[in-house]
């Protein structure tokens, strides 16, 4: 994963090198595909699959893909609040990937937002490889990676909230 030189900026768009990479972490955090779908489940209790989509063949589809991106991003901001740098720019990538193929091959292209988004889960997995890989003293700002210094506490925030309701009796 490249950054532009010079510039405070990095380089967001998807490069080739990057399958392989994903491909890789895929392998190495998963084993094989079958393991990252029963990591993310693709079925909810409750969830009334087709009632509200009578014409959509099957329903899972939407809600499957999504799940598995959405679960990558949440674990990605897991490992960044807790410290794991490593994985957290590992995962993040996993996700950009998961958006980028569910908008390719699921929505037939990829929408302003799901592009947004992978940009959004590359420049993330940036900032935590230099996290995980620069002395603390030589460390980035978030406005080096064009993240929304904003935004990203509501986000440390939110995912605190989720991990604090997960370790908390019926959550």
């Not at 532009?4 to 084993?31: I, M, N």
């Not at 029963?38 to 893909?65: E, F, Q």
């Not at 620069?134 to 939110?158: K, M, N, S």
Request: aromatic letters at 12%; one cysteine or more; hydrophobic letters at 35%.
């Amino acid at each position: 994963m490249a950054q532009q030189e010079g510039t405070g900026s990095v380089d967001d768009t998807w490069l080739p090198e990057y399958d392989r990479l994903v491909h890789e972490l895929l392998a190495r955090y998963f084993g094989s595909p079958p393991n990252l779908a029963a990591v993310y489940p693709t079925r909810r209790k409750g969830y009334p699959w087709s009632d509200h989509r009578p014409r959509v063949v099957d329903s899972r589809i939407p809600a499957k893909n999504n799940e598995e991106y959405h679960g990558l991003e949440r674990h990605a901001w897991q490992y960044h609040v807790t410290v794991q740098y490593e994985e957290a720019w590992h995962f993040f990538p996993m996700a950009a990937a998961m958006r980028r193929e569910d908008a390719e091959f699921v929505m037939e292209g990829c929408d302003a937002g799901h592009s947004d988004a992978v940009r959004f889960c590359l420049r993330h997995a940036l900032f935590n490889r230099a996290l995980a890989t620069r002395p603390r003293a030589a460390w980035p700002t978030l406005a080096e990676f064009g993240i929304d210094p904003a935004q990203h506490p509501r986000r440390v925030r939110r995912t605190w909230e989720q991990l604090d309701a997960f370790g908390s009796p019926g959550g």
